[in-house]
């Protein structure tokens, strides 16, 4: 529907805030995916980039750019299995099963993702108990790189009063 609203989960969206646009149906020129519920979505463009959203999508009209593959899972714990391709490590991995021309444009494929080997906790609640873990680590250090920007923008700021 070209007047209706979506949710959109894209690459842009993902790099500027992680947060999704609101935007009509008329401007999607490529194709989407209807995404519902708790989802990872993966990206299958350039992963070294580690663009892994983890989203709850709330709302019957979200949708994400064809460039992830959403990912559900009764057995896995989708925070564990975010931090785990997060990983320095899976990513390189990752990068040698993708295919492509250039590294830019190297792509894995949905078949190869889902062939991955994933060694993981048997415990349900230990991928939990560890993927909330390295969440929080992860927001902690977001939170003070923000901090640390704030104060290196404020001693900027005093030295040109300073030295003016």
């Known amino acids: 529907m070209p007047d209706e609203r979506f949710y959109e989960y ?7 805030s992680r947060n999704p646009d609101m935007v009509f149906g008329e401007t999607m020129h490529s194709n989407r995916i209807k995404i519902s ?20 999508a709330k709302f019957d009209n979200s949708v994400a750019s064809s460039e992830f593959i959403p990912f559900k899972s009764k057995s896995i714990d989708l925070k564990f299995l975010e931090q785990f391709l997060l990983s320095n490590r899976t990513t390189k991995k990752l990068e040698s099963i993708s295919s492509g021309t250039s590294n830019s444009q190297k792509r894995i494929s ?8 994933v060694q993981i906790p048997y415990s349900r609640g230990e991928q939990t108990i560890i993927g909330s873990l390295l969440k929080h680590i992860d927001d902690s250090i977001k939170f003070e790189e923000k901090r640390l920007s704030q104060l290196q ?5 005093y030295l040109q009063k300073l030295f003016i």
């Open 10 to 16: 894209s690459m842009p969206a993902y790099d500027r």
């Open 153 to 157: 923008q404020m001693k900027k700021y």
């Open 37 to 56: 519920n708790y989802v990872l979505l993966i990206n299958k463009l350039n992963v070294r980039q580690k663009r892994i959203w983890l989203v709850n």
């Open 110 to 117: 949905p078949n190869d993702l889902l062939n991955f080997i």
